[in-house]
């Protein structure tokens, strides 16, 4: 407990000093007990079983899901790589994808053209590369400058019976690779602002980019230099605050 009385004392002592700087009024500090948990297991009962749209569902591994016909099911334990399926950057993304299968972007059993090659620019969880897979992409490739995510992206992967077919690697734009059909890029606006020449660069003419992230302020930003870049905003969607581009290179 002394530790803990000289914690309080020293946190007093800060806001005290921070008074000085005629900031708003500073309330008493309010102190309760918390008591020990695993918070890395903690946070798990508060991820349920989500759809997404009329297919997808995101499933985590430690929950169950009756599928109903038609279900497009992702098993996912992001750990701490960001990609749950919860954030509305991130849902936004997930129904662009769905909305690309109904267009008829990816590969079917009706569908007799080849698979598109589809690149997830930061693909965190691996999530959206993941629901792409399932969809009916190809070849996929998952970057990201965390390796966190990168491990994270390979374990959905093999969950999901994608090992062999989803690569990822540490790393951004560009990739020096060949260029793609569909891009996904769930990033936030300065990213896609830098990033715009080499997603431009990345797609085959005619491929098409999603990208989500943007707070609506910043859409302008974005928008403008998607079209430096080449990109052509053909669709626009919200969520709440948050925009999601879908764009075609000329």
């Not at 918390?34 to 995101?58: C, M, N, Q, S, T």
């Not at 499933?59 to 279900?71: E, F, K, L, N, S």
């Not at 990208?211 to 969607?237: M, T």
């Amino acid at each position: 407990m002394s530790a803990a009385r000289a914690a309080i004392a020293s946190v007093r002592t800060a806001l005290g000093h921070l008074r000085a700087f005629d900031l708003r009024p500073i309330g008493e500090l309010s102190i309760r007990l918390v008591h020990e948990a695993d918070w890395a297991e903690a946070w798990k009962e508060h991820f349920p079983v989500l759809r997404v749209g009329r297919r997808i569902v995101i499933r985590p591994t430690w929950r169950r899901h009756r599928r109903r016909a038609g279900d497009v099911v992702v098993a996912l334990d992001p750990g701490m790589a960001f990609g749950t399926g919860l954030h509305p950057t991130t849902r936004l993304c997930l129904a662009g994808l769905e909305r690309w299968s109904d267009d008829g972007l990816f590969a079917s059993g009706s569908n007799a053209k080849p698979a598109p090659r589809f690149l997830d620019v930061g693909c965190g969880s691996g999530i959206l590369a993941i629901t792409a897979a399932l969809l009916g992409a190809g070849e996929l490739l998952g970057v990201d400058t965390d390796p966190i995510a990168i491990e994270a992206t390979l374990a959905n992967a093999e969950r999901n019976g994608l090992h062999g077919r989803l690569s990822a690697r540490v790393g951004s734009l560009p990739t020096g690779e060949p260029p793609f059909d569909l891009i996904v890029a769930n990033l936030i606006a300065s990213v896609l602002v830098d990033l715009a020449r080499w997603l431009g660069t990345e797609l085959r003419p005619g491929g098409r980019l999603l990208a989500s992230g943007i707070f609506v302020d910043r859409e302008p930003e974005v928008r403008s230099a998607f079209a430096a870049a080449g990109l052509s905003v053909a669709r626009r969607d919200s969520d709440g605050d948050w925009i999601a581009l879908d764009a075609v290179v000329g």
